[in-house]
């Protein structure tokens, strides 16, 4: 009978539903942490309250990550969002921000980043790394296509990543830079063939302006192949 009476309770006891818990904070992880700065657990909190999908207080069963990925995807400086529930009672959310490799400042007013994959970010980026400036006569399409592969190799190339401070685009998209180092400016002329003729310039400053001074020219052209033109500073 004791027997009997001890597994009846304890079945009684194991197929109770244990009280349903309740999420009670959200935790944000940033996982491209040289560009953290533009999303922040605040905002992500305030988002979800405006969409009236806030987990915080809900029972954890009840919230629905999936449902809460897909609106934070929406936000214009997420690129990828991972969501879901930890033992401790928090909601995770992951998020991939939106890198930005050049900030645009047209002559035309137009003022935003270029990310990664091309496209357009918002002017109220919080961006935290070193970008270069783009300005002069920018037009979208062209920054979208021809810049955006020039800001993609000054973020793979960290010597010209660091030397180049802006990009100034010229009538005819035609292109000059604005080193940090030298008190002069390179022309490129068009872009295409850009790598080649940094390639140039480089070897230019290592055998040629080391030894003759970095202030010695007022501007410095590589439009033309096999050669480099020089202009004396007055």
């Given at each position: 009978m004791l027997i009997?009476?001890?597994?009846?309770?304890?079945i009684t006891a194991f197929n109770r539903k244990p009280a349903a818990q309740v999420c009670h904070d959200i935790?944000?992880?940033?996982?491209d942490t040289v560009y953290a700065g533009f999303i922040t657990?605040?905002?992500?909190?305030?988002?979800?309250?405006?969409?009236?999908?806030?987990?915080?207080?809900?029972?954890l069963d009840r919230i629905r990550t999936k449902t809460l990925e897909r609106e934070l995807a929406k936000?214009?400086?997420?690129?990828?969002v991972e969501c879901y529930k930890t033992p401790s009672g928090k909601l995770c959310v992951e998020v991939t921000q939106r890198?930005?490799?050049?900030?645009?400042?047209?002559?035309?007013?137009?003022n935003y980043y270029l990310d990664n994959k091309g496209t357009v970010m918002p002017p109220d980026a919080k961006c935290v790394a070193h970008l270069a400036i783009v300005t002069g006569n920018v037009e979208k399409s062209f920054a979208m296509r021809d810049l955006y592969k020039f800001g993609v190799?000054?973020?793979k190339n960290s010597f010209w990543n660091a030397q180049v401070e802006q990009i100034h685009v010229l009538p005819?998209?035609?292109?000059?830079?604005?080193?940090?180092?030298g008190d002069h400016l390179i022309y490129l002329g068009k872009l295409e063939g850009f790598e080649k003729k940094l390639d140039r310039l480089k070897m230019f400053y290592e055998r040629g302006l080391s030894q003759v001074g970095w202030n010695k020219y007022s501007r410095i052209s590589v439009e033309f192949s096999n050669q480099i033109i020089c202009t004396r500073r007055e």
């Open positions: 009997i009476a001890y597994l009846a309770v304890a935790e944000l992880v940033i996982k657990k605040k905002e992500v909190a305030t988002l979800l309250d405006k969409k009236e999908i806030s987990p915080v207080g809900k029972n936000h214009p400086l997420i690129d990828r890198i930005p490799i050049l900030r645009i400042m047209s002559a035309n007013g137009e190799f000054l973020q005819g998209k035609k292109v000059e830079l604005v080193p940090r180092v």
